[in-house]
């Protein structure tokens, strides 16, 4: 059984920062893309990046240079930096992973970036 759960999420001043991670369980983890998504109130679920299974990472255009993906396959785990955070990061931030093809969402950490 896959599961994926983050933790990290909170209230954070704008300019602040946190760290999000998600750990794994039901899966290879080392050979596996992981991914950070996030949906603000109101908004579509949205990419933020993704990590490979070789460490190549992608960002969004609305994070790069702000947040960094990072993945410790000796603790299945994925993390992301975010730095200088700003209102409209609010938002629910999600762990995803498609082993084979199959779809796996963790429950999600509350992000809220408010003064």
């Known amino acids: 059984q896959v599961q994926l759960v983050e933790s990290g999420g909170g209230l954070v001043q704008p300019g602040g920062s946190l760290r999000l991670s998600c750990a794994a369980s039901?899966?290879?983890?080392?050979?596996?893309?992981m991914g950070w998504y996030r949906q603000a109130p109101g908004k579509q679920r949205e990419l933020v990046a993704t990590i490979s299974s070789s460490r190549t990472t992608k960002y969004a255009d609305f994070v790069k240079g702000r947040f960094i993906i990072s993945r410790d396959n000796t603790k299945n785990t994925v993390y992301l930096q975010m730095n200088s955070l700003e209102p409209e990061d609010t938002a629910v931030y999600y762990c995803?992973?498609?082993?084979?093809?199959?779809?796996?969402w963790g429950k999600g950490t509350l992000v809220t970036v408010s003064s």
């Open positions: 995803r992973t498609s082993p084979s093809g199959m779809d796996y």
């Open positions: 039901g899966i290879i983890f080392s050979i596996n893309a």
